[in-house]
T-cell receptor, first 111, second 114 residues
């Protein structure tokens, strides 16, 4: 199973871009990278996922390196409501339905 | 309209009791899950059902028994509750198994065993 490594915590100023890194050096060819976040005491919320191409949606952008060994989640204009724990997950099986959450990164957006 | 709902939100009970947590989704999804988040905040999958069929059954004590009466509901029954069962339990749902679609999580049920 591919394991992910994320910094335990990061800070970001409100209105600035938040760049959250994730290492997944043992990722295999058919495994996707997923990002979820969990705002305090709430259920996790899906953000974005990708295989090898960069992806963008209304919440964030996902940049995956060419060798797929790492990725970066970008929140272009962080707000106070983006303060949460962000989880980078590599799908454990080919279906992408079995997600294993690690420790994540606690992102704190400061005013 | 709540997409994935769980009841109750809080559950406090004594060791040895039997309790159930209910989950319902109104998204028309085929796949539902139960996750456990312990005091260290690690979120681990417990079970997954696809169209009422058990797909994932992680290493969970037999005291935990999921039941899916229809594809919109996945309940979790726990027998002989132990102190270590205290955690937040999250239900989730997604489109068909293997669709690589996002999982929608419920608000969680905080179980405290005294």
């Amino acid at each position: 199973d591919a394991k992910t490594t994320q910094p335990p915590s990061m800070d970001c100023a409100e209105g600035r871009a938040a760049n959250l890194p994730c290492n997944h050096s043992t990722i295999s060819g058919n495994e996707y990278v997923y990002w979820y976040r969990q705002i305090h005491s709430q259920g996790p919320q899906y953000i974005i996922h990708g295989l090898k191409n960069n992806e963008t949606n209304e919440m964030a952008s996902l940049i995956i390196t060419e060798d797929r060994k790492s990725s970066t989640l970008i929140l272009p204009h962080a707000t106070l409501r983006d303060t949460a724990v962000y989880y980078c997950i590599v799908s454990v099986d080919a279906s992408g339905s079995r997600l294993t959450f690690g420790e994540g990164t606690q992102l704190t957006v400061n005013p | 309209d709540t997409a994935v709902s769980q009841t109750p939100k809080y559950l406090v009970t004594q060791m040895g009791n039997d309790k159930s947590i209910k989950c319902e989704q109104n998204l028309g999804h085929d796949t539902m899950y139960w996750y456990k988040q312990d005091s260290k905040k690690f979120l681990k999958i417990m079970f997954s059902y696809n169209n009422k069929e058990l797909i994932i059954n992680e290493t969970v004590p037999n005291r935990f028994s999921p039941k899916s009466p229809d594809k919109a509901h996945l309940n979790l029954h726990i027998n002989s509750l132990e102190l270590g069962d205290s955690a937040v339990y999250f239900c989730a749902s997604s489109l068909p198994w293997g669709g690589r679609d996002e999982q929608f999580f419920g608000p969680g049920t905080r179980l405290t065993v005294l």
